[in-house]
């Protein structure tokens, strides 16, 4: 065999055969294309080598002396999934071919190999490993954006709701997400995207309150050209778009009686038509919808279908709001603030202490995206490593931690000035503010851990209770 340069990506390969002369020869070969070679003559000897190092491929004979090469490949495919492997045999037919293929193999070469073959074979076993390893990575990204790497909490609620998600993220049934407007239904509705086989198909997002009705109908549907003044050409609707994967219907509360029905039907057939068409669509689509309304209301009211409400309602998340979860606010700052200083190129290191304590006082009636818009704001306004309170806008930082009845109740973070009101109802409401740390309750209540811990056993106050109860 003859050596030679070249572009091909460069790899660590494995040579395995018992004719030595030709294992010198292939490995010269390859190293010549600049490739790192290891080689060994028999199916023990090549199992030791690849038990010691993660080769990218295996070029191994089909008739080795102790094991025959599809041994090796079966090897391989336990115990070196992300190893490629490329046999070769003397006595090449079609179906020995075929069944290495069906067995794992990338290629099924016969001796003997001509150079450009063997050249090719290499580069596209290698390729399609970089291919995969960037696909793995891009899955590994798209979790980490999308999926529930992207959502932050470890309040008991969105543990809650965590453990909803991932039991049904992996289905066909519908899901209802509901919360008020900021708190993360959308990010909510990706991961269940991300989490499901849908995952690699399209991840389609309708905003129905951001459109009128008559515009909204042909956004989901499509339209035929000339159904309405101004329908100059077929549009493909969303719902088409989305085939194969899952479409989020965000406040769908504001749909119009006639396109309830027409979603209806969707959920029910799975079909539809177009505006101003007759021809009829059949999609495979998984439908995430959301909504900060109260359907229930609406329905009694007459607003909303109740076939519709009873086909949606199968699976409901609650998204819970930020004044809910306020032991979460500190990992969401550190979260966000990594994004904002990649973004504007700032340095900024953390949040002091007090601006924590001050941000953990507020109501957030935005919920999350308000506090995603007062960190971004004090990362570009920060004039030092540390955002201080004076850093945080006005109607922040005079913010009371207590908004409401209890403030009313506790007075000034102390429970004995709080004793007309019942202890069990206030100690549970606090701990649910503080996302069920001890320390901080305590703390806010002006007790210490252990009259904190006394009274939780004296009312029966247990994590898991409260978990379990509506």
Request: proline share 3%.
């Amino acid at each position: 065999m003859t050596t030679g340069a070249s572009s091909m990506t460069q790899g660590s390969l494995l040579v395995v055969d018992h004719d030595r002369d030709l294992v010198e020869a292939l490995a010269d070969y390859l190293r010549g294309l600049g490739h790192r070679i290891e080689t060994a003559d028999s199916c023990r000897d090549a199992i030791g080598r690849m038990a010691e190092f993660p080769f990218e491929l295996v070029i191994s004979e089909a008739n080795l002396p102790d094991q025959d090469g599809f041994y090796l490949l079966e090897w391989v495919g336990e115990n070196c999934p992300d190893t490629s492997v490329i046999l070769t045999t003397e006595f090449g037919t079609i179906e020995n071919a075929v069944e290495a293929i069906r067995a794992g193999a990338f290629d099924y070469l016969t001796k003997p190999m001509i150079d450009e073959e063997l050249k090719f074979a290499v580069e596209r076993a290698l390729g399609q490993r970089k291919i995969l390893a960037e696909n793995k990575n891009l899955k590994a990204q798209l979790d980490q954006r999308f999926g529930l790497g992207s959502i932050i909490g470890q309040d008991y609620k969105m543990l809650k709701m965590f453990d909803l998600l991932e039991s049904v993220a992996d289905t066909r049934t519908t899901v209802l997400i509901l919360g008020e407007s900021g708190t993360g239904k959308t990010m909510t509705a990706r991961a269940i995207h991300q989490l499901s086989s849908r995952a690699d198909k399209p991840f389609v997002e309708v905003a129905c309150g951001a459109l009128p009705d008559s515009l909204l109908e042909s956004e989901l549907f499509g339209h035929k050209a000339g159904s309405f003044t101004g329908a100059t050409h077929d549009k493909i609707g969303k719902f088409l778009q989305a085939d194969g994967g899952t479409i989020f219907l965000d406040e769908i509360a504001t749909a119009s009686p006639s396109l309830q029905v027409k979603l209806l039907r969707v959920l029910q057939d799975r079909e539809f038509e177009p505006v101003g068409g007759s021809e009829t669509h059949k999609v495979d689509v998984r439908l995430v919808l959301a909504t900060h309304a109260n359907l229930e209301e609406m329905v009694a009211n007459g607003e909303f279908r109740q076939d519709l409400y009873y086909r949606i309602n199968v699976i409901t998340l609650t998204q819970p709001a930020l004044r809910e979860r306020i032991g979460d606010i500190p990992a969401l700052v550190d979260h966000f603030l990594l994004e904002f200083n990649e973004q504007t190129g700032k340095q900024v290191e953390r949040f002091s202490e007090d601006a924590l304590n001050v941000l953990q006082q507020y109501d957030w009636p935005g919920n999350v995206r308000e506090l995603i818009n007062v960190i971004e704001r004090a990362v570009v306004l920060a004039k030092g490593s540390v955002v201080n309170v004076e850093d945080l806008p006005e109607t922040i930082s005079q913010a009371s931690r207590i908004p409401g009845s209890l403030q009313a109740r506790i007075s000034a973070a102390n429970l004995k000035s709080a004793l007309a009101a019942p202890e069990r109802e206030i100690i549970i409401e606090a701990l649910e503010r503080n996302g069920w740390n001890r320390q901080n309750t305590a703390k806010l209540l002006g007790i210490n851990r252990t009259t904190l811990y006394k009274k939780m056993k004296k009312y029966g106050i247990e994590f898991e209770t409260q978990m379990l109860s509506p």
